[in-house]
């Protein structure tokens, strides 16, 4: 573990240098978006689908670390920002081969012919198809089953977050709407400025302005779900301290730059954490617990029916 160590603590010592979020923002758009004209080929899809990008999981692995030293927004000259680009891609790199090599060696002769000792029971051989899994669902997926999963809690949800799941879904259609035209804008202004002065994180910044405008709720329902959703100044992740770790970015995505703007660097990190996020905020409410554990319990029975009745057919008919 020590060489795979070495190279988190050479990723956060990097992730927490000066105007990295410029860098992040660059990777981000890069490798999260396809670029196309007025129509997407088959070969554009499979060049946005890169061996060489970077991971949604890599990516917020460096965002952790980028929050633990407090985020120092100054943009760098051009040669110091690809020096971050290129040194986080060298280190993800050799901390991927890191891990494949700890896999490879707890796969043995012995251990792979052997009934008592299988491969699948050492911790060490599933760490790195785990951490570079795929997705569990799509990001419309996530959407969609939080509004099944949570519209029974709805009530809580109002009197406690001050939102309900329809309207935090609501707000993540109208960061989309917003994010699309900042990335227009960000790019069109790019080209008409000097090179010194380029960078991407304008594409992730959000104004609640905006969205309040293109959401169909007022302003205290949005602040509601941004603020639920947004990084404490004091929640520095101090915690992260390896891979396998508790990464409160994943819980709360949203970067705080001001009391209007804040900072979304990965969609599907929100939505995820909508479908996953509120459960274990009810858990916390002792007197509430239980009916969302029960609410919970009925969610995934009427899921497991509705996909049995597609392939099966309503055997109660």
């Not at 990001?139 to 939102?163: C, P, T």
């Not at 905020?281 to 497991?304: H, L, P, Q, S």
Request: aromatic fraction near 12%; glycine fraction near 6%; charge should be negative.
């Amino acid at each position: 573990m020590s060489e795979e160590q070495d190279i988190f603590l050479l990723l956060g010592e990097l992730c927490r240098r000066p105007g990295f979020a410029h860098a992040i923002a660059f990777c981000c758009y890069r490798d999260n978006f396809f670029r196309y004209g007025d129509s997407l080929s088959t070969q554009e899809v499979l060049n946005g689908l890169s061996q060489e990008r970077l991971l949604r999981i890599e990516i917020s692995t460096l965002l952790g670390l980028m929050v633990q030293g407090g985020i120092d927004y100054a943009l760098q000259t051009p040669i110091v920002s690809q020096m971050y680009i290129d040194r986080s891609e060298s280190l993800l790199c050799a901390l991927h081969e890191e891990l494949k090599n700890i896999m490879l060696d707890s796969i043995n002769h012995d251990s792979v012919h052997s009934y008592r000792n299988t491969v699948f029971e050492a911790g060490a051989a599933l760490r790195e198809p785990i951490f570079y899994g795929s997705e569990s669902a799509y990001d419309f997926q996530y959407s969609e089953f939080a509004i099944k999963k949570y519209q029974n809690d709805n009530n809580w949800l109002k009197v406690n977050r001050g939102f309900t799941i329809e309207e935090a879904i609501e707000v993540v259609c109208a960061i989309d709407r917003s994010q699309e035209e900042s990335i227009a804008d960000t790019v069109g202004i790019m080209s008409k400025t000097d090179p010194v002065e380029w960078t991407l994180l304008p594409c992730f910044i959000i104004g609640i302005g905006k969205i309040v405008e293109y959401a169909s709720v007022g302003m205290e329902v949005v602040t509601s779900v941004l603020k639920a959703f947004t990084n404490k100044d004091d929640e520095n992740n101090n915690n992260f301290k390896s891979l396998q770790d508790y990464n409160i970015i994943n819980s709360t995505p949203l970067l705080k730059v001001d009391e209007d703007r804040f900072i979304l660097f990965q969609r599907y990190s929100l939505v995820e954490s909508i479908y996953e996020s509120p459960f274990y905020w009810m858990e916390n409410d002792k007197k509430y617990k239980v009916i969302a554990e029960i609410n919970r319990g009925r969610f995934t029975e009427n899921v497991c029916k509705e996909r049995l009745e597609l392939v099966f057919g309503d055997v109660a008919a």
